[in-house]
């Protein structure tokens, strides 16, 4: 063998290796923006569910002050209800969120349990009003729990599958949580009976 065959081999084995490097280098960098994109949708989902939870809130807020004025006795409920708005003004993630939602969940329907009591207070267009306004937030709130879910399950899915979890691991991308609702979130709120 001669010093140029030499030479040869090693400027091939060199380039073999710089296309590896080169390979490695562009997977990794391409799996960390697609999970970087991942968690980023995660962030605006949750953020689209919060605002619907708060939007809810302020609404029952305001269907207290409506019921206060027919039901003066009903102390329990209204402490029920503003101990669930308080939970939800805290800084929290899905977990929380879940726990304060199925607290405000539970608080909303005993005030329609007490409304039921008072017939000038269902016959009232700003009740009708803001019980339309709730309707149609505890819509939007399923819908984005779905897509929010969904978009778990998708970044979820991509971190935890080979080769992807090399890469996960390598920049510390971890499993997110799922917006379950607990056993009185999963309950409907019974809006048009009241």
């Known amino acids: ?18 296309g590896i490097i080169t390979f ?8 960390y923006n697609t999970f970087v994109s991942g968690r980023n949708k995660v962030k605006t989902d949750f953020a689209d569910i919060d605002v619907q939870l708060r939007r809810r809130a302020s609404l029952i807020e305001n269907l207290v002050a409506i ?25 929290h993630g899905p977990k929380d969120s879940a726990r304060a939602d199925n607290m405000l969940t539970s608080a909303l329907k005993s005030l329609f349990a007490v409304s039921e009591d008072y017939p000038d207070l269902l016959a009232s267009k700003n009740y009708q009003d803001l019980q339309a306004d709730i309707k149609e937030i505890e819509s939007l709130i ?34 997110e949580e799922l917006f379950e609702a607990g056993s009185e979130g999963k309950q409907e709120v019974k809006l048009a009976a009241v």
Request: charged share 20%; hydrophobic share 50%.
């Open 1 to 18: 063998m001669n010093i140029f065959g030499f030479y040869l081999n090693i400027t091939l084995l060199l380039w073999i290796l710089a």
């Open 24 to 31: 490695v280098l562009l997977f990794l960098w391409n799996r």
């Open 67 to 91: 019921v206060r004025e027919y039901a003066k006795h009903e102390k329990t409920t209204f402490s029920d209800v503003a101990k669930a708005r308080a939970a939800l003004e805290k800084p």
């Open 142 to 175: 399923a819908k984005y729990r779905e897509e929010y879910n969904q978009t778990i399950l998708d970044f979820n899915t991509k971190i935890q599958t080979f080769p992807n979890l090399l890469a996960a691991s390598l920049f510390n991308f971890q499993e």
